[in-house]
């Protein structure tokens, strides 16, 4: 079974710029969670779809952050325009819909602003 | 609301000595509890699981029981590798109108040669 794919997995911008990162996640997983993990920090909550509709965006800086998910399977995650802050890793992860199901992580995008 | 609190790392630890980190946590319903795993530069993996209470997760050597008298979940493993040098995340996962996910902020592992 394939895992969840990501890309890039690396990104370096300047503040102000703007960024783009993609999940396809696993097939018939149908709830996708779009991470921020800081380091030395645990991954925190941005965004939660079930199938293509947001469940959870109530800690997405959406002034500057935006997401969605086409058709229920792949998702983009959007900053415009980066701040210095961002600089994280971003995980996707998925997991299907079942009371016992479990959550499988991307390898997640590493971004740097500068 | 929900939260995971976890023991401060770095841990060091010699090959073939004793692992354990501390998890515990605080719910409102019935969570299931997780420990993944971060190698360098990767994503989180799930190591075990555990899904009720009395439930023991175990996987690679690592174990961890479910105790809902003491909420916690600590992980432990009886002789620890090189490889096992990461970075240890506990998390819960529970109903709260969908299912959502909470995360300790990460125990981090060295073991020496």
């Known amino acids: 079974e394939a895992g969840v794919a990501q890309s890039p997995r690396y990104k370096i911008i300047e503040k102000r710029q703007s960024v783009a990162f993609w999940c396809n996640p696993i097939s018939g997983h149908a709830t996708l969670y779009w991470y921020q993990q800081i380091l030395g920090q645990g991954p925190k909550l941005l965004i939660q779809f079930q199938n293509n509709g947001v469940v959870d965006d109530s800690q997405l800086p959406k002034d500057r952050f935006s997401a969605e998910r086409l058709k229920g399977v792949d998702s983009t995650l959007k900053i415009q325009p980066a701040k210095l802050e961002d600089s994280a890793v971003y995980l996707c992860a998925s997991r299907p819909g079942t009371r016992l199901g479990t959550q499988y992580f991307g390898p997640g995008t590493r971004l740097l602003v500068l | 609301g929900d939260s995971v609190t976890q023991m401060e790392g770095p841990v060091t630890l010699s090959e073939e000595a004793f692992l354990t980190i501390n998890c515990t946590y605080t719910?409102?319903?019935?969570?299931?509890l997780f420990w993944y795993v971060q190698y360098p530069g990767e994503g989180l993996q799930l190591l075990l699981k555990a899904t009720k209470a009395d439930d023991k997760g175990s996987n690679k050597g690592f174990e961890a029981t479910y105790r809902k008298e003491t909420t916690s979940f600590h992980l432990e493993k009886g002789s620890v590798q090189v490889s096992d040098s990461a970075v240890y995340f506990c998390?819960?996962?529970?109903?709260?109108?969908?299912?959502?996910?909470?995360f300790g902020t990460g125990t981090r592992l060295k073991v020496l040669a």
């Open positions: 719910a409102t319903g019935y969570p299931s």
């Open positions: 998390a819960l996962s529970d109903y709260i109108g969908t299912y959502k996910y909470i």
